[in-house]
């Protein structure tokens, strides 16, 4: 998920009365529910080995333990040297719970996406992900937002009517419930919608793999993705539809084999999204000077009018070695 829903987040679990445990309980939350994004550091030395170490080892059980450690390590530590004006006390413990729930927030928040985590790193590399979630979730976003804000303004309009002070914590339940209500909502129209592609053939054939990732806003609204023998097939589909018929689905057919294809994957970079892909689709163009490989995991496939996203490019020459590689969240338009 974005760093803002992590903060967002954050907040909402330490106004639930983790603030009034220990001082810098906020602090620390904030802090941990966005550590492990510290992983994007790996970005600086290129777009392949962003996607390599990525939701790494940072983002597994073991990374989010050692850095609730750290972090609840580092504020106790600094707490101890700032002079504050008497209120509550610095408790170590209560430190460290709320770094692990701020470190595991963000391990829950990134597994319901599409993207997934790897939870089980360094011993296993499997990917895990529940695909109900969109990355950056606008719906989300504003039920935080507004159980946060409303009623931290309402307590602004107690005080200065001399009424006493509002309560915060109705307004962070209200958020993490609302989180899980909209998880269970989506979650249901997610099985909804693999129930749907599952119960049909695509161009005269059966489905052999086949997934349905989240759109944002619109928690019915889904885009399957079908792996039958000879293509792909990439559609809408709305999990409320009576009829339970997906929309036209585009075909994508599978492409030939071919040395330069095998070529391309076998690269270092090739095989860095192939662990990453779920549902990688190659396309191969030929020129004067080599190869043009180009793999998109269609998890989050765009139209063909649309930017290009989750896309690897490998040049080769003719003699199949490679000239260059790259990976693009979001690239150029497509030819």
């Not at 050692?66 to 430190?95: D, E, H």
């Not at 036209?248 to 030939?256: H, T, V």
Request: charged residues 20%; glycine residues 8%.
């Amino acid at each position: 998920m974005d760093n803002l829903t992590h903060t967002l987040t954050a907040v909402a679990i330490s106004q639930t009365g983790l603030n009034r445990k220990t001082r810098f309980a906020t602090l620390t939350l904030i802090l941990a529910a966005n550590a492990p994004d510290i992983d994007v550091l790996s970005g600086l030395k290129g777009s392949v080995t962003y996607l390599e170490y990525h939701r790494g080892i940072a983002h597994s059980l073991l990374g989010i333990t050692c850095l609730a450690f750290i972090i609840s390590g580092l504020i106790y530590w600094m707490g101890r040297k700032v002079q504050t004006k008497p209120g509550l006390p610095l408790n170590s413990r209560w430190l460290l719970i709320a770094a692990l729930l701020g470190t595991g927030s963000h391990l829950l928040l990134d597994f319901t996406n599409a993207y997934g985590v790897r939870p089980f790193l360094p011993f296993s590399g499997r990917w895990y992900a529940w695909d109900i979630m969109p990355i950056i979730d606008p719906l989300l976003l504003a039920v935080l937002t507004l159980g946060l804000a409303v009623p931290w303004l309402l307590r602004l309009v107690s005080e200065e009517v001399g009424v006493g002070k509002g309560h915060l914590v109705p307004g962070a339940v209200f958020c993490l419930a609302a989180m899980v209500a909209l998880w269970g909502v989506r979650d249901f129209a997610h099985r909804r919608a693999l129930s749907i592609l599952d119960s049909h053939t695509y161009a005269g054939e059966d489905p052999e793999r086949f997934g349905a990732f989240p759109v944002a806003l619109n928690p019915f609204t889904w885009t399957g993705v079908v792996e039958t023998e000879t293509a792909f097939h990439v559609g809408s589909l709305n999990a409320l539809d009576g009829s339970g018929v997906p929309d036209e689905m585009e075909a994508l057919d599978k492409p030939q084999p071919s040395p330069a294809l095998a070529a391309a994957m076998k690269t270092h970079a090739g095989k860095v999204f192939l662990d990453f892909a779920r549902f990688p689709w190659a396309q191969m163009d030929e020129s004067e000077e080599g190869y043009h490989v180009s793999i998109s995991d269609l998890r989050f496939y765009r139209p063909p009018a649309a930017p290009r996203s989750f896309t690897l490019d490998v040049e080769l020459d003719k003699n199949l070695r490679t000239l260059s590689d790259a990976f693009y969240f979001a690239g150029p338009r497509r030819d």
